[in-house]
T-cell receptor, first 116, second 113 residues
Framework: SQTIHQWPATLVQPVGSPLSLECTVEGTSNPNLYWYRQAAGRGLQLLFYSVGIGQISSEVPQNLSASRPQDRQFILSSKKLLLSDSGFYLC???????????????FGEGSWLTVV | GENVEQHPSTLSVQEGDSAVIKCTYSDSASNYFPWYKQELGKRPQLIIDIRSNVGEKKDQRIAVTLNKTAKHFSLHITETQPEDSAVYFCAASMMYNFNKFYFGSGTKLNVKP
Protein backbone atom coordinates (compact mmCIF):
# COMPACT_ATOMS: atom_id res chain seq x y z
CA SER A 1 0.00 0.00 0.00
CA GLN A 2 1.03 3.59 -0.50
CA THR A 3 2.40 5.69 2.32
CA ILE A 4 3.64 9.24 2.57
CA HIS A 5 6.16 10.50 5.08
CA GLN A 6 6.92 14.09 5.90
CA TRP A 7 9.49 15.60 8.25
CA PRO A 8 10.26 17.30 10.48
CA ALA A 9 6.94 17.26 12.32
CA THR A 10 7.57 20.54 14.11
CA LEU A 11 10.19 23.22 13.94
CA VAL A 12 10.79 26.68 15.28
CA GLN A 13 12.97 28.86 13.13
CA PRO A 14 14.16 32.47 13.49
CA VAL A 15 13.26 35.05 10.87
CA GLY A 16 15.82 35.05 8.08
CA SER A 17 16.89 31.45 8.60
CA PRO A 18 16.64 28.78 5.88
CA LEU A 19 14.01 26.05 5.68
CA SER A 20 13.92 22.55 4.34
CA LEU A 21 10.91 20.26 4.61
CA GLU A 22 11.07 16.85 3.03
CA CYS A 23 8.45 14.42 1.86
CA THR A 24 8.69 10.93 0.41
CA VAL A 25 6.06 8.63 -1.02
CA GLU A 26 6.31 4.86 -1.01
CA GLY A 27 4.37 2.20 -2.86
CA THR A 28 3.60 4.09 -6.04
CA SER A 29 5.38 5.35 -9.13
CA ASN A 30 5.27 8.72 -10.84
CA PRO A 31 2.91 10.34 -8.35
CA ASN A 32 1.70 13.90 -8.61
CA LEU A 33 3.13 15.72 -5.61
CA TYR A 34 1.90 18.82 -3.84
CA TRP A 35 2.83 21.23 -1.07
CA TYR A 36 -0.03 22.94 0.75
CA ARG A 37 0.09 25.49 3.54
CA GLN A 38 -2.56 25.98 6.16
CA ALA A 39 -2.45 29.06 8.35
CA ALA A 40 -3.99 28.68 11.82
CA GLY A 41 -7.73 28.10 11.49
CA ARG A 42 -7.65 28.63 7.76
CA GLY A 43 -8.07 26.66 4.56
CA LEU A 44 -5.62 24.78 2.36
CA GLN A 45 -3.48 26.92 0.09
CA LEU A 46 -1.72 25.14 -2.76
CA LEU A 47 1.90 26.29 -2.95
CA PHE A 48 3.55 23.96 -5.47
CA TYR A 49 2.74 20.89 -7.50
CA SER A 50 4.84 18.54 -9.56
CA VAL A 51 3.98 16.01 -12.25
CA GLY A 52 7.48 14.57 -12.54
CA ILE A 53 11.14 14.82 -11.62
CA GLY A 54 12.38 18.36 -11.96
CA GLN A 55 8.94 19.65 -12.97
CA ILE A 56 7.66 22.21 -10.49
CA SER A 57 4.75 24.60 -10.84
CA SER A 58 4.14 27.41 -8.41
CA GLU A 59 0.68 28.58 -7.52
CA VAL A 60 1.45 31.74 -5.59
CA PRO A 61 4.48 34.02 -5.55
CA GLN A 62 6.41 33.75 -2.33
CA ASN A 63 9.86 33.29 -0.89
CA LEU A 64 9.48 29.53 -0.90
CA SER A 65 10.71 27.09 -3.52
CA ALA A 66 10.21 23.41 -4.21
CA SER A 67 12.30 20.72 -5.80
CA ARG A 68 11.76 17.13 -6.87
CA PRO A 69 15.14 15.46 -7.17
CA GLN A 70 13.69 11.94 -7.31
CA ASP A 71 10.39 10.49 -8.45
CA ARG A 72 8.98 10.09 -4.96
CA GLN A 73 10.76 12.89 -3.13
CA PHE A 74 9.49 16.43 -2.80
CA ILE A 75 11.30 19.19 -0.90
CA LEU A 76 10.08 22.60 0.21
CA SER A 77 12.74 25.20 0.87
CA SER A 78 13.34 28.78 1.74
CA LYS A 79 16.53 30.78 1.88
CA LYS A 80 15.18 33.34 4.34
CA LEU A 81 12.04 32.76 6.35
CA LEU A 82 9.49 35.47 7.08
CA LEU A 83 7.12 35.65 10.03
CA SER A 84 4.26 35.13 7.58
CA ASP A 85 5.68 31.75 6.60
CA SER A 86 4.44 30.26 9.88
CA GLY A 87 1.82 27.59 9.40
CA PHE A 88 1.03 23.94 8.95
CA TYR A 89 2.67 22.56 5.81
CA LEU A 90 1.21 19.50 4.18
CA CYS A 91 2.78 17.36 1.52
CA UNK A 92 0.34 15.35 -0.58
CA UNK A 93 0.24 12.92 -3.49
CA UNK A 94 -2.14 11.59 -6.07
CA UNK A 95 -1.98 9.35 -9.12
CA UNK A 96 -3.99 9.27 -12.30
CA UNK A 97 -6.03 6.11 -12.24
CA UNK A 98 -9.30 4.77 -13.51
CA UNK A 99 -10.27 3.80 -9.98
CA UNK A 100 -11.74 6.49 -7.84
CA UNK A 101 -9.35 5.78 -4.98
CA UNK A 102 -6.49 6.38 -7.33
CA UNK A 103 -7.67 9.84 -8.23
CA UNK A 104 -7.93 11.36 -4.82
CA UNK A 105 -5.27 13.26 -2.95
CA UNK A 106 -3.63 11.91 0.20
CA PHE A 107 -1.86 14.05 2.75
CA GLY A 108 1.24 13.55 4.82
CA GLU A 109 1.24 14.06 8.57
CA GLY A 110 2.13 17.72 8.23
CA SER A 111 4.88 19.96 9.55
CA TRP A 112 4.23 22.74 12.03
CA LEU A 113 6.49 25.69 11.30
CA THR A 114 6.74 28.60 13.69
CA VAL A 115 8.89 31.51 12.60
CA VAL A 116 9.98 33.69 15.50
CA GLY B 1 -9.27 28.43 -12.82
CA GLU B 2 -11.67 26.60 -10.55
CA ASN B 3 -13.20 28.41 -7.57
CA VAL B 4 -14.74 26.40 -4.75
CA GLU B 5 -16.87 28.13 -2.14
CA GLN B 6 -17.95 26.41 1.06
CA HIS B 7 -20.65 27.29 3.59
CA PRO B 8 -21.09 27.67 6.45
CA SER B 9 -17.69 28.43 7.92
CA THR B 10 -18.84 27.21 11.33
CA LEU B 11 -21.69 24.90 12.26
CA SER B 12 -22.86 23.93 15.71
CA VAL B 13 -25.38 21.11 16.18
CA GLN B 14 -26.73 19.05 19.03
CA GLU B 15 -25.67 15.44 19.24
CA GLY B 16 -28.06 13.30 17.22
CA ASP B 17 -29.05 16.10 14.85
CA SER B 18 -28.07 16.26 11.19
CA ALA B 19 -25.41 18.54 9.70
CA VAL B 20 -25.24 19.79 6.14
CA ILE B 21 -22.27 21.50 4.52
CA LYS B 22 -22.57 22.97 1.04
CA CYS B 23 -20.05 23.74 -1.67
CA THR B 24 -20.27 25.34 -5.08
CA TYR B 25 -17.76 25.17 -7.90
CA SER B 26 -17.26 27.27 -10.99
CA ASP B 27 -15.63 25.04 -13.62
CA SER B 28 -18.08 22.71 -15.32
CA ALA B 29 -15.14 20.49 -16.33
CA SER B 30 -14.63 19.42 -12.71
CA ASN B 31 -15.82 15.86 -12.32
CA TYR B 32 -14.52 14.55 -9.02
CA PHE B 33 -15.49 15.87 -5.60
CA PRO B 34 -13.87 14.50 -2.43
CA TRP B 35 -14.61 15.51 1.14
CA TYR B 36 -11.99 15.59 3.89
CA LYS B 37 -12.19 15.65 7.66
CA GLN B 38 -9.40 17.32 9.60
CA GLU B 39 -9.12 16.91 13.33
CA LEU B 40 -7.18 19.48 15.28
CA GLY B 41 -3.47 19.36 14.50
CA LYS B 42 -3.80 16.41 12.13
CA ARG B 43 -3.81 15.88 8.41
CA PRO B 44 -7.01 15.99 6.35
CA GLN B 45 -8.41 12.51 5.77
CA LEU B 46 -10.70 11.48 2.94
CA ILE B 47 -14.17 10.53 4.21
CA ILE B 48 -16.23 10.26 1.05
CA ASP B 49 -16.06 11.22 -2.61
CA ILE B 50 -18.30 11.35 -5.64
CA ARG B 51 -17.86 11.43 -9.39
CA SER B 52 -19.89 13.63 -11.68
CA ASN B 53 -21.75 10.68 -13.19
CA VAL B 54 -23.34 9.96 -9.82
CA GLY B 55 -25.94 12.10 -8.07
CA GLU B 56 -25.67 10.70 -4.58
CA LYS B 57 -23.42 8.44 -2.56
CA LYS B 58 -23.89 7.19 0.96
CA ASP B 59 -21.59 5.56 3.49
CA GLN B 60 -23.27 4.79 6.80
CA ARG B 61 -24.03 8.15 8.45
CA ILE B 62 -22.48 10.31 5.78
CA ALA B 63 -23.75 11.06 2.31
CA VAL B 64 -22.80 13.37 -0.51
CA THR B 65 -25.09 14.80 -3.16
CA LEU B 66 -24.09 16.45 -6.40
CA ASN B 67 -26.07 18.75 -8.68
CA LYS B 68 -24.05 19.16 -11.87
CA THR B 69 -26.45 21.62 -13.43
CA ALA B 70 -26.29 23.98 -10.49
CA LYS B 71 -22.62 23.15 -9.83
CA HIS B 72 -23.03 22.44 -6.17
CA PHE B 73 -22.47 19.49 -3.89
CA SER B 74 -23.24 18.86 -0.26
CA LEU B 75 -22.11 16.71 2.65
CA HIS B 76 -24.79 15.32 4.93
CA ILE B 77 -24.00 13.82 8.32
CA THR B 78 -26.89 12.19 10.15
CA GLU B 79 -27.10 11.25 13.84
CA THR B 80 -24.09 13.39 14.63
CA GLN B 81 -21.76 12.35 17.43
CA PRO B 82 -19.18 14.38 19.37
CA GLU B 83 -16.38 12.61 17.47
CA ASP B 84 -17.73 14.16 14.27
CA SER B 85 -16.46 17.51 15.56
CA ALA B 86 -13.71 18.61 13.17
CA VAL B 87 -13.06 20.85 10.18
CA TYR B 88 -14.49 19.56 6.92
CA PHE B 89 -13.16 20.51 3.49
CA CYS B 90 -14.74 19.99 0.12
CA ALA B 91 -12.68 19.87 -3.05
CA ALA B 92 -13.14 19.79 -6.81
CA SER B 93 -10.86 18.20 -9.36
CA MET B 94 -10.76 16.88 -12.89
CA MET B 95 -10.07 13.18 -13.20
CA TYR B 96 -8.04 11.86 -16.09
CA ASN B 97 -6.14 15.11 -16.31
CA PHE B 98 -3.50 16.31 -13.95
CA ASN B 99 -5.08 16.22 -10.54
CA LYS B 100 -5.17 19.81 -9.44
CA PHE B 101 -7.39 19.93 -6.41
CA TYR B 102 -9.22 23.08 -5.43
CA PHE B 103 -10.34 23.18 -1.81
CA GLY B 104 -13.12 25.05 -0.11
CA SER B 105 -12.27 27.22 2.87
CA GLY B 106 -13.48 24.65 5.40
CA THR B 107 -16.35 24.25 7.85
CA LYS B 108 -15.71 23.87 11.55
CA LEU B 109 -18.35 21.48 12.88
CA ASN B 110 -19.01 21.39 16.59
CA VAL B 111 -21.29 18.64 17.89
CA LYS B 112 -22.50 19.41 21.38
CA PRO B 113 -23.16 16.44 23.66
Amino acid sequence: SQTIHQWPATLVQPVGSPLSLECTVEGTSNPNLYWYRQAAGRGLQLLFYSVGIGQISSEVPQNLSASRPQDRQFILSSKKLLLSDSGFYLCAWSVLSASISGNTIYFGEGSWLTVV
Amino acid sequence: GENVEQHPSTLSVQEGDSAVIKCTYSDSASNYFPWYKQELGKRPQLIIDIRSNVGEKKDQRIAVTLNKTAKHFSLHITETQPEDSAVYFCAASMMYNFNKFYFGSGTKLNVKP
